[in-house]
């Protein structure tokens, strides 16, 4: 790689004073990605780095020759300026600096380029969000969306408070734009799941319904019409209106089924996991027999996919066990398909729950019959036990590993899924009362509006 980096260094040694094998050996040399503290004194920015961790290592930084330290070229800007970014070499555990910043506002990562996550000071992230609620148009959407992924990875790891990223979120019922969207739903699928078997589940879903709602209701489902993101966008809102139950959105995508299953009509290839799955969490056995029957006649790859994940949505728990024992049925599921079933399982709470005692029940017998397989095994058991938050569970895994162990692969998998486990118990222990108040004053809230 070294001469690589010689190459890259003659190129830009006009522009930068840099040596490019240095800058790049902090990021090819050592695990993860930092995140930046910018903490406002005085007239000047200090700027702190640490590496950023969800799940606490206990790997010391003495072991790592670069100290957990990266060359960063850390960019920002202002909101009257957001098209003008300037950029200094951070290299250092801290460094202060006088950015010549005269507004209010300080936009760092400029359209999220950068490898790194940034955290602002409390004031800064009240600006930030009181700007978004104002006029969000000022950012970039890139920065919008760099706002909301930063603010809920800091809350997860335990660097920022989890009403920061919830306050943030509020905006969205204006915003409509893909990237901020996705970015939002990517990363609050996280607190959906902690939250799915807690008092203040209810609260989270009445708050994303509005979210999801007022954005349908603005942008209509005018199929095939508008840019590319456009397009990206109503799918995106589409499948969430009908997860929260939206009741236009659930008819909407109820009509385009019967016009499939009884007219013939083409399904969208864009809307089709979307519709399928929306059947059958409304559908009865009939429906899921209808959609497994079209999934193993299928030629197509994208369309048997869409139907094999669609059919872990239904609400019948027999129909889910059905589903399980199939799926470990050569004669019925590809072995190399295995994993994806399982994975499917993780949409709802009720999937979830069953795929989890699937596992447990059957432990011996899947142990048993992939253990020959180096993945298939490890991945079914990340896929189940990923998204577990309680100790009852957590003991009873333990249990189940220690008196079978986990052949091959499965075996690290298994101590990661454990290690995965109490750090979500972790995050409940430390989240849940939070998100909770900060839900029960918005549902008091929602009618003013």
Not at 394 to 401: A, S
Not at 432 to 448: F, K
Request: charged share 25%.
């Amino acid at each position: 790689m070294s001469e690589i980096w010689q190459v890259f260094s003659k190129t830009v040694q006009n522009n930068y004073s840099l040596h490019v094998g240095n800058v790049m050996d902090t990021w090819t040399r050592q695990m993860g990605f930092p995140v930046v503290t910018v903490t406002k004194q005085g007239k000047l920015h200090k700027l702190t780095q640490r590496r950023f961790l969800l799940v606490e290592d206990q790997t010391p930084t003495t072991d790592n020759p670069y100290g957990y330290i990266w060359h960063i070229p850390f960019t920002y800007t202002s909101p009257e300026q957001i098209h003008q970014a300037k950029v200094v070499w951070f290299k250092n555990s801290s460094a202060s600096y006088d950015l010549h910043m005269t507004s209010d506002i300080l936009v760092c990562n400029v359209n999220y380029t950068g490898f790194y996550l940034v955290n602002y000071d409390r004031e800064m992230w009240r600006r930030i969000t009181e700007q978004l609620h104002t006029d969000h148009t000022v950012f970039s959407p890139s920065n919008r969306a760099g706002f909301i992924h930063d603010a809920f990875m800091l809350a997860r790891g335990g660097l920022l408070d989890y009403t920061v990223p919830l306050n943030i979120s509020m905006y969205l019922r204006y915003e409509r734009g893909y990237v901020p969207w996705n970015a939002f739903l990517r990363e609050i699928k996280y607190v959906e799941y902690m939250l799915s078997n807690s008092d203040a589940y209810g609260k989270v879903e009445a708050f994303l319904h509005d979210l999801v709602k007022h954005v349908y209701q603005q942008i209509g489902m005018a199929a095939g019409s508008g840019t590319l993101h456009e397009r990206y966008l109503r799918r995106m809102i589409l499948g969430q209106a009908c997860r929260l139950r939206v009741q236009i959105a659930v008819d909407y995508a109820q009509g385009m089924y019967r016009n499939f299953k009884e007219n013939g009509v083409k399904m969208p290839a864009d809307h089709a996991l979307i519709v399928y799955s929306n059947a059958v969490y409304e559908g009865d056995q009939e429906v899921w027999d209808f959609l497994w029957n079209r999934s193993r006649h299928t030629k197509v790859v994208s369309e048997k996919k869409d139907l094999m994940n669609a059919l872990a949505y239904s609400q019948k728990s027999w129909l889910l066990w059905r589903y399980l024992h199939w799926a470990t049925d050569k004669t019925k599921v590809r072995t190399q398909d295995v994993k994806d079933v399982f994975g499917f399982f993780r949409h709802t709470t009720q999937s979830r729950s069953i795929v989890l005692q699937y596992l447990m029940r059957h432990w011996k017998q899947l142990n048993d019959r992939y253990r020959e397989d180096l993945f298939l095994l490890r991945d079914i058991i990340f896929e189940t036990t990923r998204l577990v938050n309680d100790e009852y569970s957590l003991l009873e895994l333990e249990e189940l590993y220690e008196r079978n162990p986990p052949a091959g692969l499965a075996s690290n998998a298994a101590k990661n899924g454990i290690a995965l486990i109490r750090s979500n118990i972790k995050w409940m222990k430390m989240n849940e009362r939070v998100i909770a108040d900060w839900m029960e004053t918005y549902v008091g809230t929602r009618d003013d509006m």
